[in-house]
């Protein structure tokens, strides 16, 4: 039961770029705030950017400022993520996600998620 799907993750070398996609079927979910999270083994998931349903306001967690971009494409209700300057750090499973109200950095303020998508970043 797909509801979204990611793409674009990988491995690459510290310095390197990936832009991730996220993806919905049709016209489901149009219009709503499209979040990345991030979570690596034994911590929390946690917080990467988000971007409001018109694209006007975006948010990003403090580590990413300046690396990391968020975009969106309603025309194909398809939402980006830019990683530029990657770092070992990085490395984690990459989640999308959506919800119909504002922008939110929590996890359990969004019930619609893709499965992930694996970004490891070499040293």
């Known amino acids: 039961q797909v509801q979204l799907m990611e793409s674009g993750g990988g491995l690459v070398q510290a310095g390197g770029s990936l832009r991730l996609s996220c993806a919905a079927p049709?016209?489901?979910?149009?219009?709503?705030?499209r979040a990345w999270f991030r979570q690596a083994p034994g911590k929390e998931r946690e917080f990467v950017a988000a971007?409001?349903?018109?694209?006007?306001?975006?948010s990003y967690a403090d580590s990413v400022k300046g690396r990391f971009t968020i975009s969106r494409d309603n025309a194909r209700n398809t939402a980006y993520l830019q990683m530029n300057s990657l770092k070992p750090d990085d490395t984690a499973v990459y989640y999308c996600a959506t919800r119909s109200a504002s922008i939110s950095t929590t996890p359990d303020a969004f019930s619609t998620w893709g499965q992930g998508t694996q970004v490891t970043v070499s040293s």
């Open positions: 049709g016209r489901a979910y149009s219009g709503y705030v």
């Open positions: 971007i409001s349903g018109t694209g006007s306001t975006t």
